[in-house]
């Protein structure tokens, strides 16, 4: 389908740009000498999971796993495989002789809040993933076998054809991420409480130390009611940028 063939076309060009700043560079990346046949099978796996067979059940389960489990759960795990003693990242690091690397991810205030940002990605990629791999397979085919008639392929194609295509979709998602962003709650107060020293501090998270640590009940509301506007405003500010896609036809006047 077009959606396979547009993000196999986009992944293509990127291999071959890497390769190409790779070999100016001088590094040797026997990997992306190969890279055709890479693309093949991304190809397959695209095709595999968007298809309705229990390959693609298969698949979308998979990317979709973090999506079915609790944010607690998320959090608990990540801050294993963040564990300076113990955990996966530290062990695999060591394995490899980057132990001198190591540290305490969740108590340096300058890799607390990637690490963060790390868990949080990986929990919600697989929804996104889902939603513009949706929006590609929905994609008219006459408009891909049009742009691949007028010459446009690889990125150009993806940039020029494919991306404008998908505005709806990008303006719930950046919309949605937006509020999820804001909103979270669990993930950050499990893994740092909002430390160390405020560097993963939330607006929720300061309202709970506010309101349950503090006893500021008031105080707490009064974050509330802004977080609730804060929510809203950028909301509406988005809602307004993504209110028109440019990709429709203008009404002339008479």
Do not use: C
Request: no cysteine; glycine share 10%.
């Amino acid at each position: 389908g077009t959606g396979g063939d547009e993000a196999t076309l986009f992944a293509a060009e990127i291999f071959r740009m890497y390769s190409r700043y790779a070999e100016t560079q001088g590094w040797k990346v026997e990997v992306l000498s190969s890279s055709e046949s890479g693309i093949g099978g991304l190809k397959e796996i695209i095709a595999a999971m968007q298809g309705r067979g229990a390959m693609g059940k298969a698949l979308r389960s998979v990317i979709l796993l973090p999506q079915m489990v609790s944010l607690v759960v998320v959090a608990i795990m990540w801050t294993f495989i963040f564990n300076p003693q113990f955990g996966l990242l530290t062990s695999g690091m060591n394995a490899i002789g980057l132990g001198g690397l190591t540290h305490t991810w969740l108590g340096d205030p300058k890799t607390a809040l990637p690490s963060v940002g790390t868990a949080f990605a990986w929990y919600a990629i697989g929804f996104y993933a889902m939603l513009f791999s949706t929006a590609l397979k929905s994609l008219p085919e006459e408009i891909g076998e049009a742009s691949e008639l007028d010459g446009a392929t690889g990125f150009t194609r993806f940039w020029h054809v494919t991306w404008p295509m998908m505005w709806s979709v990008k303006r719930i998602a950046t919309v949605h991420l937006t509020i999820t962003v804001i909103n979270i709650f669990s993930l950050v107060y499990l893994m740092t409480q909002g430390g160390p020293d405020r560097s993963t501090e939330m607006l929720l998270t300061y309202l709970y130390e506010a309101a349950f640590k503090n006893g500021q009940f008031g105080y707490a509301t009064a974050i509330a009611i802004a977080n609730f506007a804060i929510v809203m405003a950028l909301s509406l500010i988005l809602l307004a940028i993504f209110r028109k896609d440019p990709q429709e036809p203008r009404k002339v006047m008479p």
